[in-house]
């Protein structure tokens, strides 16, 4: 089955403190796909990151990075010195071989930054 | 910017009526998804559209239909509306069906009274 979670309804940080963002997945293939997007107040998703389940290598991107752990079918994405700009909600998902370009998408976080 | 655009950007409608949505995909890609997102939760898959055939579903009746036309741009049908279809409707575009990166629109936002 096929199952996204994210844990953490909304998280309220103070800026240019350090926050991590959950995301746990339930899938039975052993090709896959996690994504996270982010979704400000205008309501358009913004790709962030897209990683195949082969590579657990973490990635960083600015402030942003991603910490991939198989063995605790763990996707976690941590916003480093957060910005104001920030705020959103942001989406984890995954995407299975066997369902093509289908996105399963977790409840989604709140994530709000206060200056 | 993505490149996929989508309008009505905000419709009304009433229960029993039918609608239609448009997107337009990013250039060069060939296949659009459509999803329904309700207030506070994440986006659900409707269908997605490849080579103008519908390739994949999600749980969602025949009241929802789609097109896919020779330039890969698409449409979303609803018929018979219900209050439960008000909601944010996301179209994605990406360069093939298999496990591409979506690029999503800014949404249609359809309200059912």
């Known amino acids: 089955a096929q199952k996204v979670t994210q844990a953490q309804t909304e998280i309220s940080v103070v800026e240019k403190e350090d926050v991590t963002l959950d995301c746990v997945y339930e899938?039975?293939?052993?090709?896959?796909?996690l994504f996270w997007y982010k979704q400000p107040p205008s309501g358009e998703l913004v790709f962030l990151i897209r990683?195949?389940?082969?590579?657990?290598q973490n990635e960083i991107s600015g402030r942003y990075s991603w910490n991939f752990q198989k063995s605790t079918s763990s996707f976690n994405f941590t916003i480093t010195a957060s910005q104001v700009v920030d705020s959103a909600v942001y989406f984890c998902?995954?995407?299975?071989?066997?369902?093509?370009?289908?996105?399963?998408f977790g409840a989604g976080t709140i994530l709000r930054v206060k200056s | 910017e993505t490149g996929v655009t989508q309008s009505p950007t905000h419709l009304i409608k009433t229960r029993g009526q039918q609608v239609t949505l448009r997107c337009s995909s990013q250039?060069?890609?060939?296949?659009v998804s459509w999803y329904q997102q309700a207030l506070g939760q994440g986006p659900q898959f409707i269908f997605q559209?490849?080579?103008?055939?519908?390739?994949g579903r999600g749980n969602f009746p025949p009241r929802f239909s789609g097109l896919q036309f020779p330039n890969y741009s698409s449409e979303l049908n609803v018929n018979a509306l219900e209050l439960d279809d008000s909601a944010l409707y996301l179209c994605?575009?990406?360069?093939?069906?298999?496990?591409?990166?979506?690029?999503f629109g800014p949404g249609t936002r359809l309200l059912v009274l």
């Open positions: 994605a575009s990406s360069l093939g069906p298999n496990q591409e990166t979506q690029y």
């Open positions: 899938t039975r293939d052993t090709t896959y796909y």
């Open positions: 990683r195949n389940s082969f590579d657990e």
């Open positions: 998902a995954l995407s299975e071989r066997e369902y093509g370009n289908k996105l399963v």
């Open positions: 250039s060069g890609h060939n296949t």
């Open positions: 559209y490849y080579r103008e055939e519908e390739n």
